[in-house]
Structures are given as C-alpha cells and as structure tokens.
C-alpha cells in the first residue's frame, strides 16, 4: 500500500495527546468508583472512630509473565486496588525499571535532554507490587478519606505485612483469606502426605497412603464445599458463634470422609450407613488421620475468622489476565517507555467497562 506513514516525531506527539487524554479518562473512571465506594460504606454505617470511611479491598499485583519472563527481573509491575463493594478498580500503579532514552544518555549515545521519563523504580522487582499496593492505600486514605480496613490478599504475597509495617492504621488490617488460595494450599498439604513414604512407611503405611489417595480429592472438595455452606455476605461481622461452626464442620469432614459419621450433623445422608472401620482403623492406626488433622488446622481452622466471608481475589486476578492480554504475548519494547503505562491504563478502563 502507498501510505506514507507518520514520522516517528509526528507518532511521538500523538503518543503524548493520547497519554494526557488517557489519564484524564482513567482519573476521572477511578474518581466515580472510589465515590461509589464511599456511599456504599457510609450506607452500611462502616465507618471508624475517626471518621474515615472503611472498605474491603481486593489486591494483587505482578508482571506478566508471558512478556516479561520471571519476576525477579521483571523491568515492570502493574498492581490495583479493588473495591469490594463496587468490584471495580479504585487504584492502579505501575513501576518500571528502566528507561531508554536515560539509557541513551548514560551511555552518551544521545546529548542529556528532558524527557518524559518513565523510570520511577530503583528497587527488586519483587518488591513493586507492595510498593504500589502501599502507595495506593495511602492515597485513598490521605486524599478520599477512605481506609482499606479488610484486604483480600493471595496468602503467599507479602502486601499484608507491608501495609502492617507502612500504613498508620496497619496494625488494625485484617488480612482476609483469599478461600481459593487457602484450599489450594490444603491440597499442596494433603498431598505432600501422601507421598510421605519416610513417614508412612511399612505394610500400615503404604495401605494408609494407598486409601488416603483415593479419598484425597474428595476431602479437598469437601473443604471447599463446606466454605462456601458457611459463608456470610461481606458487609456482616463474623461472629464467634458463626467461626466455631465452620471451625466444627471442616475439623469434622476427615472423619466423614473416612466413614464416621457420630459427629456429623442432620445434613449428613451417610449418618445411618455403618460406619467402615477397616478404612478408618488404617488411617487411624498410621498416624495419617493425625496428620490430616494438623494440616487441616493450620491452613484452614486458623484462618476460620475471615474464611467464614468465602472471599477470593478472582476480581484482580482476572485484571491481570486483562493486562496480559492487552500488553500482548510478545516480549514489549522496552524503547517504547510509556507503552506498558498506557497498556496498563487501557486495560483498566476496559476491566471497568467490560463489553
Ligand atoms: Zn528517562
Ligand atoms: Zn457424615
């Protein structure tokens, strides 16, 4: 085709009006949502002794992975604040590392001249998402009022304790288990145990293994099943009464998978059959049941208090697929320093409206 195309000064100038346009668009975007958030806490009277209006936010963070290899050096990361309530984005941070034309000029391959300089992160790449995190929940506090009272994290990122350490009320966060990951994390448990063979060893060991994999995707179910029975609308406070009950329920569910049913409530359909006390005496008798007990203690009885609200961070998770997808498979040019700012920026407005 005989088109001319534009200069690479002409394409640089449209870049720039599209840029300044772009913000405006997402600025003003976040601005309704943060308001609707805000509405939508006084109406539920969530507002703390201080005056400031509380939320439940869901956050997450990264790189994506398909253009930018692995994290650890990753030249950018994106992360955003969701509102719980609204399930829309109210905050949105990128970092870069590194910028071209600096780049350019550090190796005198250009003269020094002002730039727009994407480069605003000297630190590990691992350490962007908090950073942003961070930056964010202070900027909703400083400039709307509004403070990120319950977080839902993925339980391995360390944004919680962050924001424990950085933010002035961090000590009053509560970190609310994403019940996604923390099933998940059971399950890596559970099967970590089943294939144990120094610890359940022998003839009792080896049947202990063999009937606890049969039963083993079953009881990962079943967790998940007995979280989603118990869970209470966000905007209601946990009680002891209602954290007890789902503490009863999944401490309850190895014994029902296993065949015994005394401590099983109405719901159970199996409470009459005779209980199998083969199967249960070899779990028993291995040690296996003690040890499904531990874990199920730990990854889910501990953290019954927040998994009661069956929470889970999909919302920003499926932001980041956005992302990815935006930004392309392909490994981004890094000359192009604002593209993955705008990419970023284009793929919130499109989480926003989705089509
Ligand atoms: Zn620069
Ligand atoms: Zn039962």
Redesign the pocket.
Known sequence: MNVTYMSKYVFASCERTTGTILDACVESNLTDFINEEKRLSQSRQDIDTDGYYCLTAVVDGGWCKRSYGHGYNASSGVAVIIGMATKKIIFIGIRNKI?????A?EASRIPDKN?????NWNGSSTGMESDIIVEGVQFLETVHHIRCTRIVADGDSNIISSIQEKISYGGRVLKVECANHAVTRFGRALDKLQRDTKRFSGKKGIEARKVFKKNMHRIICGARAIIKDHAIPINEKPTTGLISALACSLRNLPNHMFGKHDKCNSSCNEKSEPSNSDVLNVILCSGMLNAIHYELDRTLVSCCDTLLWNSNNNLAESFMNQFCKTSGGKRVDHSK?GSIVRRAKIAALSFQNPA
């Open positions: 910028c071209l034309i600096c780049q000029i730039h727009i300089c994407y480069k320093a």
